[in-house]
């Protein structure tokens, strides 16, 4: 069993930074690949970012891609998320998700576990 806790989320205007962090407790956390994802109201749960479990790799949505950056401290069990150039349109509940296996994936389905979530909000 892996718990998953998400912070950082916030309001912010448009153009500004939020870093998302999620701690994760349990299991082994360097033995999961990591991902985040997002939702908005009205809308369907879309991938945002993932990162293998040994960080070598990230993987990011087209629509983040060179504004948000994946990492993770695996001696501090945690994923983070550093958004940059924030638009109206990244605001939504952002939640983290842990994969049992080295690489992640893009679909939320293939992950075992999930935190609550947290609140982004961009105001133009």
């Known amino acids: 069993q892996v718990q998953l806790v998400e912070s950082g989320g916030g309001l912010v205007q448009a153009g500004g930074s939020l870093r998302l962090s999620c701690a994760a407790s349990?299991?082994?956390?360097?033995?999961?690949?990591m991902g985040w994802f997002r939702q908005a109201p009205g809308k369907e749960r879309e991938f945002v970012a993932a990162?293998?479990?040994?960080?070598?790799?990230?993987y990011y949505a087209d629509s983040v891609k060179g504004r948000f950056t994946i990492s993770r401290d695996n001696a501090k069990n945690t994923v983070y998320l550093q958004m940059n150039s924030l638009k109206p349109e990244d605001t939504a509940g952002y939640y983290c998700?842990?994969?049992?296996?080295?690489?992640?994936?893009?679909?939320?389905?293939?992950?075992?576990?999930w935190g609550q979530g947290t609140q982004v909000t961009v105001s133009s």
């Open positions: 349990g299991r082994t956390f360097s033995v999961y690949a």
């Open positions: 990162i293998s479990s040994s960080g070598g790799n990230t």
């Open positions: 998700a842990a994969r049992y296996y080295s690489d992640p994936s893009y679909s939320d389905y293939e992950y075992d576990y």
